[in-house]
């Protein structure tokens, strides 16, 4: 009976440790089938039936060897499965900027090989491709100053936890990543 107990034990933590990594891939799975979806038929498709977001931009960085689809909105929720676009960036005005946000430990863990210099690119679902180069990087605490948002630049801010080795998450330290809006080149590499 105790081995029996034992095997029952051993199988469930073994079934809970595989569900969590299914799961985020799955999601990740969906969320960029929502992305096409979205693409081929010019509405916002949620990746899930009862999910709160769904994909506004795709994100991409070669030298990072990131392609990541952001969601709408920058909740909890939204930040659990992909990075997020905040509320207060105007999705139909694109000369603002674009806050984005991220988990420093999974999303946005790149961030902190980000250089000045380095492009990013970012492609909306009407398929309008922007191309942008980071121009500074900047730890703020949110508790004594807010992140600048720009309704006349055209600009792309990336925002996660600092820092990224922290082990007790949530604390008031940010690093912004700021890049503007940047005509590529033949002799950049992207």
């Not at 139909?92 to 090989?113: A, E, I, M, Q, Y």
Request: net charge positive; glycine share 6%; charged share 20%.
């Amino acid at each position: 009976m105790f081995k029996v107990i034992l095997l029952v034990i051993g199988l469930t933590t073994f079934a809970y440790g595989a569900y969590l990594p299914v799961k985020a891939e799955l999601s990740q799975l969906l969320i960029r089938h929502a992305w096409h979806q979205s693409i081929e038929t010019g509405t916002s498709i949620k990746p899930w039936k009862w999910a709160d977001m769904y994909p506004v931009m795709r994100l991409q960085s070669t030298k990072h060897q990131q392609d990541l689809i952001v969601l709408a909105g920058d909740t909890g929720n939204v930040l659990a499965f992909a990075p997020g676009l905040s509320p207060f960036t105007s999705q139909n005005n694109t000369s603002s900027t674009w806050l984005v946000s991220g988990h420093r430990d999974t999303h946005f863990t790149f961030l902190k090989d980000i250089a000045l210099g380095d492009l990013i690119t970012t492609t909306r679902l009407d398929q309008t491709r922007k191309n942008f180069k980071v121009i500074d990087i900047d730890v703020i605490d949110i508790s004594k100053q807010t992140i600048s948002i720009s309704d006349y630049e055209s600009e792309l801010k990336l925002v996660t936890c600092y820092p990224f080795d922290a082990v007790l998450p949530g604390g008031p330290l940010r690093y912004v990543v700021t890049a503007k809006n940047y005509s590529i080149r033949k002799s950049d590499k992207i």
